[in-house]
């Protein structure tokens, strides 16, 4: 059982910065592939990026790459989001998932832990 809870969200005007925090629980964190996710609204939960187990393996969406960096801490129990040259299409709740499988997946459905979400806004 994992347990997630992301902080760090905000408002932010374009081309600005922020970095999301996720706060895992459980002893097993380190065994765990984590992706962030995020939905705008009216729209589907979108995949952001996914980190391997040992921090060795990240994957992102297209829209971005070269923009944002995730990463991890084991022995923290904790996995970052760095965005900067933040867009409004950037706008959106972004939660934090965690995955029991070594393979990265932009599948949601792929990841079987969730947080409660971190609100994001980008304002032009």
């Known amino acids: 059982q994992v347990q997630l809870v992301e902080s760090g969200g905000g408002l932010v005007q374009a081309g600005g910065s922020l970095r999301l925090s996720c706060a895992a629980s459980g002893r097993t964190f380190s065994s765990y592939t984590m992706g962030w996710f995020r939905q705008a609204p009216g729209k589907e939960r979108e995949f952001v990026a996914a980190?391997?187990?040992?921090?060795?393996?990240?994957y992102y969406t297209d829209s971005v790459k070269g923009r944002f960096t995730i990463s991890r801490d084991n022995a923290k129990n904790m996995v970052y989001l760095q965005m900067i040259k933040l867009e409004p299409e950037d706008t959106a709740v972004y939660y934090c998932?965690?995955?029991?499988?070594?393979?990265?997946?932009?599948?949601?459905?792929?990841?079987?832990?969730w947080g409660q979400g971190t609100q994001v806004i980008v304002s032009s």
């Open positions: 980190i391997s187990w040992s921090g060795g393996t990240t």
């Open positions: 998932a965690a995955r029991g499988l070594v393979t990265l997946t932009r599948n949601p459905e792929g990841y079987n832990y």
